[in-house]
């Protein structure tokens, strides 16, 4: 099982921070049937072969995820898709 981490400077307000979480989150979820929820400052995502968090903290998101067999020969470009969307959502 390959995991992902990784941690994205902001400089939004928490709530900024969290409706722009949110907004990705819808889009997973349409495009992918992932089913996310809040948990705190903590937006937990899942869907088969993947469990991960987004933390919100005071100056950079966290992105955990577990990839399960399959998935975990694509890690390189999802982390490079993650990377890109919060370059895209937090720069």
Do not use: C
């Amino acid at each position: 099982m390959a995991s992902i981490d990784i941690q994205h400077p902001h400089s939004k307000t928490p709530a900024q921070a969290r409706k722009a979480v949110e907004s990705m989150a819808k889009k997973l979820a349409e495009r992918f049937d992932m089913d996310y929820g809040w948990d705190g400052d903590t937006l937990n995502f899942s869907r088969s072969g993947v469990d991960g968090k987004i933390a919100l903290l005071a100056d950079k998101l966290r992105v955990t995820a577990n990839l399960g067999f399959l998935l975990s020969a694509m890690k390189g470009p999802i982390e490079q898709e993650i990377r890109r969307v919060l370059s895209e959502k937090f720069d």
